[in-house]
């Protein structure tokens, strides 16, 4: 019986970030939480964010070579999302209390059978020597099992 791996992929990584975030930045930042997290990155089902930054170059490249999709949600709509960390900051700038952590609960629930758990709350990454910083959630599409 072959089992359809798409199917076991229910992490949903959601991105906030600045202007022109680099290929580099995103991985080492995935990787750091998964590794913290203690999650397997085979279980990525995607990333997902804000649509004004759909077009950053580094988040393409990202989902171009590990194959992921990218979803991308208004600001009205990830404002929509309770989530444990708003930041008064950032719903300012990009007119919603957060990107990361509400793309990442939106994303899950599109696969989600049995709701949607946030497994990593926002997490802010800098790299030395790189201009920008990222900020990532992880939330998991609960999917019941017959």
């Not at 580099?24 to 999650?39: D, G, M, P, S």
């Not at 070579?65 to 950032?90: Q, R, Y």
Request: aromatic content about 8%; proline content about 4%; overall charge neutral.
């Amino acid at each position: 019986m072959q089992v359809d791996l798409l199917f076991l992929r229910v992490l949903w990584v959601g991105i906030g970030c600045q202007k022109g975030i680099s290929y580099h930045l995103i991985n080492t930042a995935i990787q750091e939480v998964f590794r913290e997290y203690q999650l397997a990155d085979t279980d990525i089902a995607g990333l997902a964010t804000i649509e004004s930054k759909a077009s950053e170059v580094g988040l393409r490249e990202f989902c171009h070579i590990h194959n992921f999709p990218l979803k991308t949600f208004t600001a009205e709509f990830l404002s929509s999302v309770c989530v444990p960390n708003p930041g008064k900051i950032i719903k300012a700038v990009v007119g919603t209390p957060s990107v990361a952590e509400a793309s990442a609960i939106l994303a899950a629930k599109e696969i989600a059978v049995d709701g949607v758990r946030l497994l990593v709350p926002k997490q802010i990454f800098r790299l030395p020597g790189e201009s920008g910083s990222i900020t990532i959630a992880v939330a998991q599409g609960i999917r019941g099992f017959v």
